[in-house]
């Protein structure tokens, strides 16, 4: 997924953007006026030839100045876009990774996904990680203090060595189920064993480490208890 702000007020997201062909798949084009969506282009295909974007089997949507509604709807086999002056050099630039986005800004980039038929997968394992991961801090202290209590006459070396194999630990399980989230691999096992949850794959990427490592902090605490 690739997004790009060009200029006036058109958001441009692509599926996949090949870099070397200038070929970009599954856009989506928004143009933005007084605040309000006011145009949305959708096509299978925009590459970018003789200083041109050049798009491919799609539809271009208009909407109503002061609504909601749809003011009118024209399909297209190919199309000229000689007034986009962005150009594939700006889409590589100025394209954003969903990491970087704030929660609010990937909250509309889901919901803008969503409204065109774009596939949020990504953006909405994102979004669900910036409220999960914060917890890593609790929950490193929930795992890696029982383990330092049994070792506590072990010296503050080996105590701290345990505290960074933690660490590392639950950062590596968060980045599994986010690549896992991202890709959508959860979906087919979720359809299998429980098929209501498969809208919310992504959520359960991002909170399944959450709880995995409280269900082994509180085996370790109970075990320091004992």
Same mark, same amino acid.
């Given at each position: 997924n690739v997004f790009m702000v060009g200029s006036e007020g058109r958001i441009y997201h692509f599926r996949t953007f090949n870099t070397k062909q200038n070929l970009g798949t599954d856009v989506t084009v928004q143009t933005i006026?007084? #605040?309000r969506l006011s145009q949305t282009v959708e096509m299978k295909r925009m590459w970018y030839q003789d200083s041109i974007w050049v798009g491919e089997e799609g539809g271009i949507r208009s909407f109503a100045p002061f609504s909601d509604s749809v003011a009118g709807y024209e399909t297209f086999n190919m199309? /000229?876009?000689?007034e986009w002056k962005e150009t594939p050099e700006d889409v590589v630039r100025k394209r954003v990774n969903p990491q970087q986005m704030t929660y609010r800004e990937l909250k509309q980039t889901v919901v803008r996904l969503r409204g065109t038929g774009g596939d949020p997968t990504l953006e909405e394992t994102e979004l669900a990680l910036k409220i999960a991961f914060p917890f890593i801090n609790l929950i490193v202290v929930m795992i890696g203090f029982p383990i330092a209590a049994r070792t506590k006459q072990s010296g503050m070396a080996l105590n701290f060595g345990i505290a960074m194999m933690v660490t590392f630990v639950v950062r590596v399980l968060y980045e599994i189920f986010r690549? /896992? #989230?991202? &890709? #959508? &691999?959860?979906r087919p096992f979720l359809a299998e064993v429980a098929p209501t949850w498969v809208p919310h794959a992504s959520t359960i990427a991002a909170w399944a480490p959450n709880a995995i490592c409280l269900i082994?902090? /509180?085996i370790a605490l109970s075990r320091v208890r004992k």
């Open positions: 006026e007084n #605040g199309t /000229l876009f000689p690549s /896992l #989230g991202q &890709s #959508g &691999s959860l082994a902090g /509180l």
